[in-house]
């Protein structure tokens, strides 16, 4: 099956992201390589800049919601292998030609559920996993270098909304 999962078991030594939490103070607090524990519920509005091989996942119920007002969940910068797993990330206002999860270099998505932004539901530079993708305006995915994009177990449905691309994902 494809999107989040109910058993996920998530490392011990992860920093807890509580809902209503500041995900970029945490970010910035932790150090290349931490692995973020994101709660259930609802966290809203939250637009990050990961470091490097920085990990994020979302216990089962963990939903992050743009309110249609937020640019991009997740803005790379220079970041590379940078993992987001078992989310549901929803309702971005992201810019065309942007995925609301921006991610470059050897990142990846896993396990997610993608939806309802004003883009490309997700940009990312290696590898997507079991991930549901659907209802963005622009696309469902925008891979950074195509020919090192692994697409696996993923499902691609109602995207291209805005009728801006042809042959998009």
């Not at 216990?59 to 797993?85: C, H, M, W, Y």
Request: hydrophobic share 35%; proline share 3%.
């Amino acid at each position: 099956a494809v999107g989040p999962k109910t058993n996920v078991v998530i490392p011990l030594s992860a920093v807890t992201i509580n809902v209503g939490d500041d995900w970029q103070t945490k970010i910035n607090a932790g150090t290349t390589g931490t692995v973020f524990r994101i709660k259930a519920g609802t966290h809203r509005g939250q637009v990050i800049q990961p470091k490097n091989s920085q990990e994020f996942w979302g216990e089962p119920g963990a939903i992050v919601d743009g309110g249609a007002i937020s640019n991009q969940f997740v803005r790379s910068g220079t970041a590379s292998n940078v993992l987001i797993k078992n989310l549901v990330i929803t309702n971005y206002k992201n810019a065309q030609q942007d995925g609301m999860i921006g991610l470059l270099p050897a990142s990846r998505v896993e396990d997610c559920e993608i939806s309802s932004s004003s883009g490309y539901g997700v940009r990312v530079g290696k590898h997507i996993k079991r991930c549901k993708v659907h209802h963005c305006a622009q696309g469902g995915l925008s891979c950074y270098k195509t020919d090192q994009c692994l697409i696996e177990d993923s499902e691609f449905s109602h995207d291209n909304l805005a009728g801006s691309v042809s042959g998009t994902m």
